[in-house]
């Protein structure tokens, strides 16, 4: 596993409470990427990270956000689950900005919110 | 918008048996297409990348073919093993995508089942 470490691997929560969900990267790849899994959809992604503090929104980034303080780290938070977010959580790297670049994926926090 | 289906959704074969699973997308348009692999409670694995210009790559057992015009890519697995037993996962980068990053588009996946 290419350096990558997510933190918590799972989490219950209620609905309306904050989570934050971490990524941690030993890599220093430049690129980072928060995805989410549901049956049926495959993996879609929530946000990504260019650079520290320089983060952009994915496809399904409502009810979301992120933060970039150090390279290697990438945040994401549910400002106040909901049960559709009741989701697997992939982290994943990428060493340059090519189109091309790798993917190196971490091992996913699965949230249950209920 | 780019949309990627995988079929079949599921598949179980005995040991030995040579197998293709499927891909499509809906814009032809793409840079490149990749293969992934995913173990139960893992994270994904990339298993072939075939850059826009290519029919097809091979690794080992694997052989990836792409064909843009009609929209579609085969993986082939070749004498497969229980050690196979996984769900494969094929994805894209979205029309436009030469901003940052290697963002993709996933298909759904097809879950492989291979009984010894």
């Known amino acids: 596993d290419a350096g990558i470490t997510q933190s918590p691997r799972h989490k219950v929560t209620e609905t309306g409470t904050p989570v934050t969900l971490r990524c941690h990267q030993t890599e220093n790849h430049r690129y980072m990427y928060w995805y989410r899994q549901d049956p049926g959809h495959g993996l879609r992604l929530i946000h990504y990270s260019y650079g520290v503090k320089d983060t952009d929104k994915g496809e399904v980034s409502d009810g979301y956000s992120v933060s970039r303080s150090k390279t290697e780290d990438f945040l994401l938070t549910l400002e106040s689950a909901t049960s559709s977010q009741t989701s697997v959580y992939f982290c994943?790297?990428?060493?340059?900005?090519?189109?091309?670049?790798?993917?190196?994926f971490g091992n996913g926090t699965r949230l249950t919110v209920t | 918008k780019q949309e990627v289906t995988q079929i079949p959704a599921a598949l179980s074969v005995p040991e030995g048996e040579n197998l293709v699973l499927n891909c499509s997308f809906t814009d032809s348009a793409i840079y490149n297409l990749q293969w992934f692999r995913q173990d139960p409670g893992k994270g994904l694995t990339s298993l072939l990348l075939?850059?826009?210009?290519?029919r097809e790559q091979t690794s080992g057992r694997l052989n990836a073919s792409l064909d843009k015009s009609s929209g579609r890519s085969t993986l082939y697995i070749a004498a497969s093993q229980p050690g196979d037993s996984a769900t494969y996962l094929c994805?894209?980068?979205?029309?436009?995508?030469?901003?940052?990053?290697?963002?993709?588009?996933f298909g759904a996946g097809t879950i492989l089942r291979v009984k010894s």
């Open positions: 994805a894209v980068p979205p029309w436009g995508a030469m901003e940052y990053g290697n963002k993709l588009v």
């Open positions: 994943a790297i990428s060493e340059g900005d090519r189109i091309n670049s790798p993917l190196h």
């Open positions: 075939i850059q826009s210009s290519q």
